[in-house]
């Protein structure tokens, strides 16, 4: 069983389109993230959230909207797609009182 | 403000050639230092956590150690199969629930047979 799922593995659309993508994790961790990789592998947090709950919201435009339903899962929306939003997110997941994280396996967005 | 910087950028290795990874970091208060692996394609893929500086771990053919300032990977007779991007991350205090790790760039490393 995948600990961390995310989907789709792969997006590509095009400019001005509004796209999401979703996470579920099956560890029963408290806490999820999402992060940005970009095309120098740099890991960079975006949003933190703790049993539904938003912890960090980093300098992150507002067309990036998270959302939590439950504490097993983190969708990130994203509106108006932008060239520079192309890169590899990453969702992540923690116990409260953490001891590193585990990550899936990646979505890598193209805007064309 | 926490950062952590990598060096070597890149690495190239003879199978069997040991060497060492660096991370030197600049943290608030350290609750955590992490080593992860990434393959391309993937998620990175956790290998130690280090809480206090003296301490070591080990797995297979690595070796982290910690300092006040900085770690250290240390790769033992490397193999092909050992070849990825290494990252290395840290927690500060005061934690709180959903603190994030900050990453360094990390380094990749490629083995050749």
């Known amino acids: 069983d995948t600990a961390v799922s995310q989907t789709p593995k792969y997006l590509v659309t095009q400019m001005g389109n509004d796209k999401s993508i979703k996470c579920e994790q099956n560890?029963?961790?408290?806490?999820m993230y999402w992060y940005k990789q970009d095309s120098k592998k740099f890991l960079k947090i975006m949003f933190s959230?703790?049993?539904?709950?938003?912890?960090i919201n980093e300098t992150v435009p507002n067309r990036f909207s998270p959302k939590s339903p439950d504490k097993a899962h983190l969708n990130l929306h994203i509106n108006s797609l932008e060239l520079g939003d192309s890169a590899v997110y990453f969702c992540?997941?923690?116990?409260?009182?953490?001891?590193?994280?585990?990550f899936g396996s990646g979505t890598r967005l193209t805007v064309v | 403000e926490d950062q952590v910087t990598q060096s070597p950028e890149a690495l190239r290795l003879q199978e069997g050639e040991s060497s060492s990874l660096n991370c030197s970091y600049t943290?608030?208060?350290?609750?955590?230092l992490f080593w992860y692996r990434q393959d391309p394609g993937k998620g990175p893929e956790f290998l130690f956590t280090?809480?206090?500086a003296g301490e070591e771990k080990e797995k297979e053919r690595l070796k982290a150690t910690l300092t006040k300032k900085e770690s250290f990977l240390h790769i033992t007779a490397p193999k092909p199969e050992d070849s990825a991007t290494y990252l290395c991350?840290?927690?500060?205090?005061?934690?709180?629930?959903?603190?994030?790790?900050?990453f360094g760039k990390g380094t990749t490393l490629s083995v050749s047979s």
């Open positions: 560890l029963g961790h408290d806490t």
């Open positions: 991350a840290v927690q500060g205090a005061p934690f709180q629930a959903g603190t994030a790790l900050i």
């Open positions: 992540a997941s923690s116990q409260r009182q953490g001891n590193g994280y585990t």
């Open positions: 943290v608030s208060g350290l609750r955590g």
């Open positions: 280090l809480y206090s």
């Open positions: 959230y703790n049993n539904k709950e938003l912890i």
